[in-house]
């Protein structure tokens, strides 16, 4: 199937040569001239304007996205209601664009249809990013199952979203996390620690003293970025490890914690 320009251009009908002037693109003043016109008529019809552009999003042309997210960011909360009508949309780019826009939006309360998004193989990394972004609780043990994702980018996705929304039942998924092996998931599992405070603290000193390898190291780092003072004893017995990357990391983290050190 054709995409992009031509696709747009194949469509036949008002609004889509409408659409089509306001994101091809302006080479000659005429042209811009033509292309601000056209924006200027979409912007003008609010969530209409929106709409038309959703129903054509899916064409993966980067000018009809980058439009539709103008749009949104132009409407705000008005948004919202025009993107959870394309969250069931049978083309799966514009579901996971649809729950990816409502994502920069502050609007909670259509948290149910992006919830069952979760279960969507293509939309459910951008409904758990939106989710996440609103602080969902609910939404905490679906996203859960995410973190031992077969795919790398979705656990992080996973972890993200945990981290976003700070409940501590996520400490026991993002605490295993931290034996990942990819390095992009263990260092979101252990950021993710580090923002859940003392629930995670209290974790990772109970386990602290029977890590080993990598995970060692990303509990220490956790630690120092949390700045936790419960952790200066067990930070200094590290001074004695066989490995010199644990000793290093130990040093580091106390010297954040004295404060010696920023936070990265």
């Keep these: ?129 939106t989710l996440g972004k609103w602080r969902v609780r609910a939404a905490v043990p679906a996203i859960l199952p995410f973190t031992r994702h077969e795919r790398e980018t979705r656990r992080v996705v996973a972890i993200n979203a945990l981290r976003d929304i700070g409940d501590p039942a996520a400490i026991p998924a993002l605490r295993d996390a931290l034996n990942d092996p990819f390095f992009t998931v263990r260092e979101a599992a252990a950021r993710a620690l580090a923002s859940l405070g003392r629930p995670a603290e209290q974790a990772l000193l109970r386990a602290l003293p029977g890590a080993k390898g990598g995970v060692r190291r990303h509990m220490v780092r956790a630690l120092g970025a949390m700045r936790s003072r419960r952790a200066a004893g067990a930070l200094r017995k590290l001074f004695k490890a066989e490995d010199p990357f644990v000793r290093e990391d130990a040093a580091e983290a106390l010297d954040r914690i004295r404060g010696a050190r920023p936070v990265p």
């Excluded at 089509?20 to 979409?42: C, F, I, M, N, Q």
């Excluded at 980058?66 to 948004?79: D, I, W």
Aim: one cysteine or more.
């Design 1 to 129: 199937m054709a995409t992009g320009l031509v696709a747009l251009a194949a469509l036949a009908g008002v609004d889509e040569d409408l659409l089509l002037d306001a994101t091809r693109y302006g080479s000659t003043p005429s042209k811009r001239a033509v292309k601000e016109k056209a924006r200027a008529e979409l912007f003008s019809r609010g969530p209409d304007g929106l709409r038309l552009v959703m129903r054509h999003v899916h064409l993966e042309n980067v000018g009809v996205q980058g439009f539709a997210f103008e749009m949104v960011q132009e409407l705000g909360a008005r948004a919202a209601p025009v993107l959870v009508e394309f969250l069931g949309d049978e083309q799966a780019l514009t579901r996971q664009l649809a729950a990816w826009y409502l994502g920069f939006g502050d609007t909670p309360e259509y948290a149910a249809p992006v919830l069952e998004l979760l279960s969507d193989e293509k939309a459910c990394g951008a409904a758990m990013r």
